[in-house]
């Protein structure tokens, strides 16, 4: 069983940076491109930043220059460095990630974590 765990997450104030982290466990044979998305309330969920396995990333223009993905292959980990946090950042975090966990299915399947919420208010 793949499972994603999101932490991180908090109650910062304007201007500050957090420093999210997701780590992939389970019975993974290979993880293709990792992102993060947010779900802020009365809104839909839309992806902030994703990153392939090779370290080629895309940002949202919103966060383009606070925000800085990156992730560890070895420990199947992706990494949201946020900075500058603005209230608008405010929303519940979500990890995604295309994992290929089945040596039969050889196209992945896209895992989700179960959200970290990130306030920003002073």
């Known amino acids: ?19 999210l982290s997701c780590a992939a466990s389970g019975r993974i044979l290979s993880i293709n491109t990792m992102a993060w998305y947010r779900q802020a309330p009365g ?12 370290g080629s990333a895309n940002y949202a223009d919103s966060v383009k220059g606070r925000f800085t993905i990156s992730r560890h292959n070895a420990n199947n980990t ?30 992945p399947q896209g895992y989700w974590g179960q959200g970290t919420q990130v306030t ?3």
């Open 120 to 122: 920003v208010s002073s």
């Open 1 to 19: 069983q793949v499972q994603l765990v999101e932490s991180g997450g908090g109650l910062v104030q304007p201007g500050g940076s957090l420093r």
């Open 43 to 54: 809104k839909q969920r839309d992806v902030v930043a994703s990153i392939t396995r090779g």
């Open 78 to 107: 992706v990494f949201l460095q946020m900075n500058t946090l603005s209230p608008e950042d405010t929303a519940v975090y979500y990890c995604n990630a295309e994992i290929r966990a089945n040596p039969v299915v050889m196209l």
